[in-house]
């Protein structure tokens, strides 16, 4: 289907809203939009981080989520406790594939459940003994544990436990850092909050743990790489690159990240900021405190790993500038021959994404390298500072939908027709079930890493393998089925 024109989308929008009651209406007319490259804030185009309306379906999850799922869960020499009932641990852990070195139940925890394991009766009495007992038994279990992080579910600000105090007099005793963060799952609008949350928690209780400490021998090249959660490797692969090029990474967090690395990041020269959403926060809390610098870096695709290589090396001197012409020309003949083989594949072919964090926007750059386009895109928990840079790499007149709900986003695909579509496993069956190929953007669908140039070459071949399984051909997709319905009429018709 060709690309539909500024007024064909807005007419799709108004007749997508016309479901809705006049008041819900009018509060999702402002989360959709037809884009504009032209504007500068899209602030003058779409809504976010608004909480979502009763009754539909959003596919967000809760600031639990984003502290312990996101961003503290894949710090692998931590034991992280989700304090309340087991269901919150239970359904967090080894989701994301956060990949990780190490042995795990001994040195690494990563996939792990620690629970207080919440019954009624520590509902109406309360949990900070059975936290504090929890904490006893894990420095007894797990020695080797570097610290621990209390993950606070929804009833334990609902019934006022003291994690504070807890985390303070287990610190002293087990002499190692204990570090409560309340990120009760009902707190803000989406995970998002929990990404904040997180972040304000690393600030307070052990950024600053290695002030003053002048043991760390620094060279000029040091960086960290934050916001890189290793889905599948992916920060095994950035890493590559940087080193290459010859930038010494101190830290990286929270992928395959430690304790130590984190209490180490205040004295790099440069932090590198791939998941913007995430860890913007403290990144902008070490630029006020340490003068450090931040960039963000997209390494999809070889068009956006050569730009940030370059924006990256700028901040440097000469030989990391030569270091990454260098690694980009060592690259060139790879990636070369994996467009050779797949483009022609893949050509043309439409896609329409709506994920979270990065990728609505980062994965756009790898499309096109491939010859595609991407029709459509959206966040579910996304502030506006992300879609003013969404904006920018969308194309003219192409669809923009933030935290869409389950009906919009069937009757989007319906009209628009993709032959793809990246989004999580809860939309994952629907659309595979109405003959629409299908990628699980979250975790990369089981595969991976897609970052640097050799995840460049798996994220290839796993779109070709997705949009050209003959298994689609076995399968109608609604707007099929109404074509062959209608030829069937005519000629039955005509005959």
């Known amino acids: 289907m060709a690309a539909l024109t500024r007024e064909e989308t807005e007419a799709l929008i108004q007749e997508v809203l016309e479901v809705y009651p006049e008041k819900a209406k009018k509060d999702r007319a402002k989360h959709l939009a037809v884009n504009d490259p032209s504007v500068e804030k899209s602030s003058k185009c779409i809504t976010s981080n608004r909480k979502s309306l009763p009754g539909v379906m959003t596919i967000r999850g809760c600031a639990y989520a984003g502290s312990k799922g996101v961003v503290w869960g894949p710090i692998k020499d931590m034991i992280h406790i989700s304090h309340g009932p087991v269901g919150c641990g239970q359904y967090s852990r080894a989701g994301r594939r956060n990949y990780y070195i190490g042995t795990t139940g001994v040195n690494t925890f990563v996939t792990m459940n620690f629970t207080s394991d919440f019954q009624e009766k520590d509902i109406v009495f309360g949990g900070d003994k059975k936290l504090a007992k929890l904490i006893t038994e894990v420095e007894q279990l797990f020695p080797l544990h570097k610290g621990i992080s209390v993950q606070s ?86 890493r590559t690159l940087l080193e290459e090029m010859g930038l010494r990474v101190v830290a990286q967090w929270s992928g395959d990240g430690t304790l130590s690395e984190i209490e180490l990041t205040p004295k790099v020269k440069l932090n590198l900021i791939h998941c913007y959403r995430s860890m913007n926060y403290i990144a902008r809390h070490m630029e006020e405190k340490y003068s450090i610098p931040w960039i963000e870096y997209n390494f999809f695709g070889p068009t956006k790993i050569a730009e940030s290589l370059r924006k990256i090396a700028a901040h440097f001197d000469d030989k990391i500038k030569e270091g990454a012409e260098k690694v980009i020309a060592r690259y060139t003949a790879e990636y070369e021959a994996v467009i050779a083989k797949y483009k022609p594949r893949l050509q043309g072919k439409k896609v329409m994404l709506y994920i979270g964090g990065l990728r609505p926007r980062h994965v756009i750059g790898a499309y096109e390298d491939l010859g595609m386009e991407v029709v459509g895109t959206g966040y579910e928990f ?15 007149a192409t669809l923009l939908y933030d935290d869409v709900t389950g009906y ?30 299908f990628r699980q953007m979250h975790s990369w669908d089981y595969s991976g890493p897609y970052h640097g140039y050799d ?8 779109m070709d393998m997705t949009i050209n399984n003959p298994c689609w051909k076995q399968i109608s997709a609604p707007w099929k089925k109404a074509a062959t319905e209608a030829t069937a009429q005519r000629v039955a018709a005509g005959a």
Not at 455 to 462: E, L, M, V, Y
Request: some cysteine.
């Open 153 to 238: 579910e929804c009833p334990i600000g609902l019934i006022g436990d003291d994690i504070e105090a807890v985390s303070k007099k287990a610190a002293k005793e087990i002499e190692k850092p204990v570090v409560p963060v309340r990120c009760e799952g009902f707190r803000g609008v989406s995970q998002s909050l929990g990404h904040h949350i997180a972040n304000d928690a690393v600030r307070d209780w052990v950024l600053g743990n290695r002030d003053g400490d002048e043991s760390f021998e620094t060279t000029p090249y040091d960086v960290a790489v934050i916001g890189d959660y290793n889905i599948g490797g992916d920060a095994w692969a950035s």
């Open 455 to 462: 995840g460049f070459a798996i994220f290839a071949r796993d």
């Open 408 to 437: 919009e986003f069937e009757e989007f695909v319906k009209k628009i027709q993709p032959d793809l579509i990246g989004s999580g496993i809860k939309e994952k069956y629907i659309f595979q079930k109405m003959g629409v190929p």
């Open 382 to 396: 996304a502030h506006n500072d992300d879609y003013d840079r969404t904006i920018k790499e969308m194309g003219n």
